[in-house]
């Protein structure tokens, strides 16, 4: 199982962006509920899945791996962490879509 964990990327980007998910007076704006992912395939083989409000990213040789493997990333970043360090909401969920290419019916 391969898992890449961005955290020490998460924790640079909060460093550059301190005030990520404030508004100008300090104070938190909306909290997101949800953490959006893109699963595609893999350039060599398998799929890759990549969050977009988190700095995480995984594979998998499967789809259902890759969910797995997704939640667990997620997961492992936010621990010890409060979400809304992140813009989140207290247990956010995974909204994921998936990247197919699209098959063309071929001219006979």
Do not use: W
Request: aromatic share 4%; glycine share 6%; charged share 20%.
């Amino acid at each position: 199982m391969a898992i890449f964990h961005l955290k020490r990327l998460a924790s640079t980007i909060k460093t550059l962006y301190p005030t990520q998910g404030k508004n100008a007076e300090g104070s938190m704006t909306h909290l997101q509920q949800t953490i959006k992912a893109v699963i595609r395939h893999g350039d060599a083989s398998g799929y890759v899945a990549e969050c977009i409000e988190v700095a995480v990213v995984t594979q998998g040789q499967t789809i259902d791996e890759t969910v797995a493997n997704l939640k667990d990333a997620v997961a492992l970043h936010l621990e010890g962490e409060a979400p809304a360090t992140f813009g989140l909401r207290e247990r956010p969920t995974l909204l994921i879509t998936l990247e197919v290419d699209p098959t063309y019916a071929q001219a006979s």
